[in-house]
């Protein structure tokens, strides 16, 4: 593992004269989902701007209701920010929904409504889209719930900035000309790699202004790592990790394991995702001297076993395994957080994961890592950490070829891990260098 670089304030001032706090609002980015990926997003932007050594006061607008404060963890301690529930539902009566805003605000009642008041008091509003949630795969109904709060802040005038995320694919022509209008009106529009720019290149065409739409990193790569505050878990980790000869993390999604026949129906895949897990799963615990962490992304909100969580389909490959085989096998709990699931990670001497941000956690400490791509997102942002090739894809794989090239991953970790040393640096330099322009747009 590399020792995670460390952030510091930049040199320069970057906002002269002001000492008013940037009142910045996020959207997007919940910390009340299960989805690891998506509060390492909220942590990291958070991170990102207290790194910059600048006044600012954030507000999360997330699924809650009403107004609540909690703490967040940053690199050198943690920070305090306020919760607001706002979003969208078919309840549109209720003064938090999106979609009721929008027509409060056409109507010109910002001056009465209590939330659009909250709203006006916001300099800039920050939209990250749950990182790879502005496309209309997963249906019209997300898609609409994903761009209410960006046509809420281009109705009032607050200043929006798109932060680095995935755009498309659009398989709709009603999708694509709101994704367009919505490009073309953002103060700033930020992609996580070339593809996804690519993809906004092509959607704005004439209007492209590269001072407007900028390519930067996944947030995520500047999120902070902690122990697990469970003492018994650290220990299982340690112990697991002094006895392994190699020790191996695995992730496995919950949302195509256990949605049997949706990975080829609906995402594409050429063969079974569950066969090819568990055939993968018994491949590694069949290597001598290797152990193997199987490491939970994303689990239940409310602490279940849905069908979408990784932690169910963990708990169903695990039940399978042989006494020998479980002998080999940490199990992680779901309890952990981003931060904790980062250490858990960074001890692993290879990891192989199909969540992009649990493979995020992993190259930015320097942990070699394969990722199994369900989308063109993982590649893209596998190409910034200069690792394109240890991304494999089963839309494109048969089973056994797959399995072949997660192995040559493994066999390969060691080029690797060699890759990032040398990309690591410039890359939390170009993070840090991210926040500063986009602190400088709204300021």
């Not at 609002?25 to 910059?52: D, E, P, Q």
């Not at 569950?274 to 239940?300: A, F, I, N, R, W």
């Not at 056994?400 to 991953?409: A, K, Q, S």
Request: net charge neutral; proline share 5%.
């Amino acid at each position: 593992m590399i020792d995670e670089p460390k952030v510091s304030a930049p040199d320069a001032d970057i906002a002269p004269g002001r000492r008013t706090p940037l009142r910045v609002g996020l959207f997007g980015c919940s910390l009340t989902t299960g989805n690891r990926g998506v509060t390492a997003l909220a942590f990291s932007t958070i991170g990102g701007l207290h790194t910059l050594g600048v006044p600012v006061e954030i507000t999360i607008f997330d699924m809650g209701h009403g107004e609540r404060t909690t703490t967040v963890p940053i690199q050198g301690g943690a920070v305090d920010v306020r919760l607001v529930g706002c979003f969208e539902s078919k309840r549109y009566y209720r003064l938090s929904n999106l979609t009721h805003l929008r027509w409060a605000n056409k109507l010109g009642l910002g001056a009465f409504h209590p939330m659009l008041r909250e709203l006006r008091k916001l300099d800039a509003i920050f939209d990250i889209s749950a990182g790879d949630s502005f496309s209309d795969i997963y249906g019209w109904k997300r898609f609409h719930s994903i761009i209410a709060s960006k046509l809420l802040a281009l109705e009032m005038g607050i200043p929006l900035i798109l932060t680095p995320q995935t755009y498309g694919p659009y398989k709709t022509d009603r999708a694509k000309a709101a994704a367009t209008d919505i490009l073309k009106r953002a103060n700033q529009v930020w992609a996580r790699d070339d593809i996804s720019m690519n993809v906004v290149k092509s959607l704005v065409g004439n209007s492209f202004d590269s001072t407007r739409y900028r390519t930067g990193v996944d947030v995520a790569f500047g999120l902070p790592s902690h122990p697990p505050r469970d003492a018994n878990l650290v220990e299982q980790v340690q112990k697991v990790k002094k006895h392994a000869g190699t020790l191996i993390g695995l992730n496995v999604s919950g949302l195509l394991y256990t949605r049997s026949g949706e990975d080829v129906s609906h995402y594409g895949f050429l063969d079974s995702y569950q066969e090819m897990t568990d055939e993968l799963l018994k491949k590694l615990l069949d290597l001598p001297d290797t152990k193997v962490m199987l490491v939970p992304h994303v689990s239940s909100a409310k602490g279940g076993n849905d069908v979408d969580c990784d932690t169910s389909a963990l708990n169903k490959i695990y039940a399978g395994l042989s006494p020998a085989q479980k002998e080999k096998v940490l199990l992680i709990p779901p309890s952990v957080g981003p931060t904790e699931v980062k250490w858990v990670i960074a001890q692993c001497d290879w990891f192989c994961g199909t969540r992009m941000h649990a493979c995020i956690a992993a190259l930015s400490q320097g942990v070699p890592a394969t990722a199994i791509a369900y989308s063109d997102k993982t590649l893209g942002v596998f190409e910034t950490a200069n690792v394109g090739e240890a991304v494999v894809d089963p839309r494109v794989l048969h089973k056994e070829d797959l399995i072949e090239r997660i192995l040559l991953g493994l066999n390969r970790r060691q080029s690797f891990a060699a890759a990032l040393r040398d990309r690591l640096p410039k890359l939390k330099q170009e993070w840090q260098e991210e926040f500063i322009a986009i602190y400088a747009s709204v300021t």
